[in-house]
């Protein structure tokens, strides 16, 4: 594994996620913007925070395998939240959740949560990319 998660004495810690990744790997991944699409580029949970993190979740970990990887290389996470207001992490955490149990991992890697106005299609409501390192 080409990633060591860490959360450094001195900082708080994060349940959501660990503060720190360290990358041994040689091979950067970079994974564009993931949305509440399927395989066939149909939005999943419309209008549903949860399913559509989950599904962003999922196209993230299908990325990753189809360049032989997985969650456990992801070095860093950028999650874009439509119209984001704290309470909407429940639902952003569940769909979280529902994705690390369906994928058998718990993928908390450093992460940077940003709310933003709209994106590219109405309907989705996150997106999330990722910055994977592997051997």
């Not at 564009?32 to 196209?59: F, H, K, M, R, S």
Request: charged share 15%; with cysteine; net charge negative.
């Amino acid at each position: 594994m080409a990633i060591t998660l860490v959360n450094p004495s001195g900082l708080p810690e994060i349940d959501v996620y660990r503060q720190v990744s360290i990358a041994s790997g040689s091979r950067l991944v970079f994974i564009a913007g993931q949305v509440a699409w399927d395989a066939q580029g149909i939005t999943v949970g419309d209008g549903d925070l949860t399913a559509q993190v989950e599904q962003c979740y999922l196209n993230i970990a299908t990325a990753l395998a189809e360049v032989g990887g997985s969650f456990d290389d992801v070095a860093k996470l950028t999650v874009h939240v439509v119209d984001w207001t704290p309470d909407k992490m429940p639902s952003l955490l569940e769909g979280i959740s529902r994705a690390a149990t369906k994928l058998e991992v718990t993928p908390v890697p450093p992460a940077t949560l940003l709310g933003v106005a709209a994106l590219d299609v109405l309907a989705h409501l996150v997106e999330i990319e990722a910055i994977a390192v592997l051997d």
